[in-house]
């Protein structure tokens, strides 16, 4: 028999990563927060791969943090081995990645819920949802009701999750959890446009049953940088990865037994993640390929499980202990946890705003996986958006938006409701056009002015950022005017880095705007160099070097920023706007953008039509002011 539990402010569906930081964001700017979760062992599980960051996502992990989120600092107190990635390469690029102890990381999420003012952590299966009199009503498996004026869906991979592998499909979450599976027809009466995405994950083995001896080693970096800027202890790497390769027999079990693959027989309804494909999807799309790296990560300190970072995989049991054997290394292998298809249902994001609140339902947001994403960090991203909205939206006030130009955040979600996803969402470098702009370097400069604004962000921290914005600015100032003489010293340095030698003297600014040169070897020459932080003469340094490229995008910003700043009225009749072509009305009519600038990044509204909304909006507004 149902009875009513308790009323808050906002209700989070879900304790994955995207619920975790939506349930903290909300409860830390005044909401009353219940967060459900169907098991509370396993808040903040990681049941894909045991990391945090990587290409992109390392970007994400740091704005999260500068925002005033949670994944960061929980990510330097559980890594166990940190690495940048991309250095050869230009700092837009550089990325980093840390192994997690999957145990303890969920240990401290769960902790830091359980302590957090204004929220109560909940296990129980949501399986009814409904809208009555302004408020959600959210009822439990066991008939309690409890009461929201927002709600946030972070239901991640549970929501009719079945779980693949071979011939054998069973309803299951992740990690062998119950599956969410009475939500979906709630969501469905809500009219909420839901469809089905498929992910998958590896197996895992037992460390002793791996012959390292014939595995390449995979150190971590000597100094490791933390993903949080409040981060001010030294890290330490704890553990190291390995690498081997598969081979022409892997290839050859793989396709003997393609037939046996839920993927290619047809039992697989859902879309899977293009950009993270199976074991079984790579052998037969990348043919001409001999072999595949295989990483081989810890999953903690205290347990001897290893990951087994891509041989994602649904091809049975048998099959893939099989073709684990054929690899080097691996030849004695014991399976712990065999590898799985997962597929679930998830929101066309096309029926959410830039605040991640659904068009037509006025106080549910969505967040996550939920939204047609893959990833933790993708996930963590929007539910510190959603979460963020949810509060604002029950206290009255205007929705926290991220632009493209602001953060990998914005561009993840104008991505989304902007241009939906065929197949789950993942961030990548090369989505933004901006990404010289926004690199993980300066995610704090970028911003924690945002977080601060918001609410989110502490004095102590807010000040900590102005210390540092005014050291670089005297530093900038002191390498500007600094000259540096010539000498012989000093142009057997530049010949050797193939920079031409010095006849006069030269700004010191000038000498490390070659690519060649970096503060470090330019030290000596310096005399008078200040006692500073690292990152202080890191953001020095590539404003110099890239100046004459930032200076480019930022001219693209403002662009970009005159055309956003042009509202559309939402009540506006696309029908009413002559000279449209069909196409573009059809999906202005479907998304309705927000502004001009949400309008001309739609795939299939052309320049000329955005000329033609334009006009039409001038003249509307001209009619207004007569």
């Known amino acids: 028999m149902e009875y009513f539990a308790k009323e808050y402010d906002v209700a989070v569906i879900g304790a994955g990563h995207a619920g975790i930081e939506a349930s903290l964001a909300a409860a830390r700017l005044g909401a009353s927060v219940i967060v459900f979760t169907v098991n509370l062992d396993w808040v903040g599980n990681m049941p894909c791969n045991p990391s945090i960051g990587g290409t992109s996502k390392g970007h994400l992990v740091r704005e999260i943090d500068a925002l005033g989120g949670e994944m960061g600092k929980a990510s330097d107190k559980n890594s166990i081995q940190i690495r940048m990635l991309n250095r050869g390469k230009g700092p837009a690029v550089h990325s980093l990645r ?67 592998i071979g011939d054998i499909s069973y309803e299951s979450g992740p990690d062998g959890m119950f599956p969410a599976t009475e939500l979906s027809n709630a969501l469905k009466k809500l009219n909420i446009p839901l469809r089905r995405f498929k992910t998958g994950t590896p197996p895992r083995v037992n460390r002793r049953s791996v012959d390292f001896s014939q595995l390449e080693i995979q150190e971590g970096d000597d100094s490791p940088v933390p993903f949080s800027f409040d981060t001010d202890t030294e890290l330490e790497n704890k553990a190291v990865c390995h690498i081997t390769y598969t081979n022409e027999d892997t290839k050859r079990i793989i396709l003997d037994n393609i037939h046996r693959s839920p993927l290619y027989s047809g039992k697989i309804e859902g879309v899977g993640p293009r950009y993270c494909p199976s074991i079984e999807d790579k052998i037969v799309r990348f043919s001409e390929k001999e072999r595949h790296q295989l990483f081989i990560e810890p999953c903690g300190l205290e347990t001897e499980e290893l990951y087994l970072q891509g041989m994602s995989s649904s091809l049975p049991e048998d099959v893939q202990l099989k073709f684990l054997r054929s690899i080097k290394g691996l030849e004695n ?198 006692d500073l932080p690292d990152e202080v003469f890191e953001q020095v340094e590539i404003d110099l070097k890239y100046e004459g490229y930032i200076k480019r995008q930022q001219a693209k910003v403002s662009e970009m920023r005159r055309l956003e700043v042009m509202r559309i009225p939402d009540d506006i009749d696309y029908d009413d706007v002559y000279s449209l072509r069909l196409e573009a009305r059809e999906k202005l009519k479907k998304i309705r953008p927000e502004s001009v600038g949400q309008a001309s990044r739609i795939s299939g509204v052309s320049p000329s039509d955005i000329s033609v909304l334009l006009i039409h909006l001038k003249r509307k507004n001209n009619d207004v002011s007569q």
Do not use: W
Not at 119 to 127: A, H, R, S, T, W
Not at 468 to 497: C, D, F, G, Q, Y
């Open 98 to 164: 840390a192994q997690i102890d999957r145990r303890e990381y969920s240990a401290y999420m769960k902790h830091v819920l359980e302590t957090q003012d204004n929220l109560d952590l909940k296990q129980g299966e949501i399986v009814d949802i409904y809208k009555k009199d302004g408020l959600f009503y959210l009822k439990t498996k066991l008939e309690a009701v409890y009461s929201a004026k927002a709600v946030v869906l972070a239901t991640g991979t549970f929501l009719g999750g079945r779980v693949y």
């Open 333 to 530: 292998v014991e399976i712990m946890r065999t590898a799985y298809a997962i597929e679930y249902d998830c929101v066309d994001p096309l029926a959410l705003k830039a605040s991640l609140e659904f068009t037509n339902i006025d106080g549910l947001f969505g967040a996550g996986q939920f939204n047609g994403s893959s990833g933790y960090e993708e996930a963590a991203a929007q539910g510190l958006i959603a979460g963020i909205n949810a509060a604002r939206k029950v206290q009255g006030k205007e929705p926290f938006i991220l632009d493209r130009a602001s953060s990998y955040i914005g561009t993840l979600i104008d991505d989304l409701v902007t241009k939906g996803c065929s197949d789950p969402y993942r961030m990548m470098t090369s989505r933004s056009e901006y990404r010289l702009l926004l690199r993980q370097d300066n995610a704090d400069i970028r911003l924690t002015p945002y977080g601060y604004e918001v609410g989110l962000v502490s004095d102590e921290k807010y000040e900590r950022l102005q210390k540092k914005l005014e050291l670089i600015k005297l530093e900038r100032e002191r390498v500007e005017s600094t000259t540096v003489a010539p000498s012989e010293e000093i142009n057997v340095m530049l010949v050797s880095r193939e920079t031409a030698p010095m006849k006069t003297g030269i700004k010191l600014a000038e000498l490390i705007k070659r690519p060649q040169l970096d503060y470090a070897c330019l030290t000596p020459f310096d005399k008078n160099r200040p």
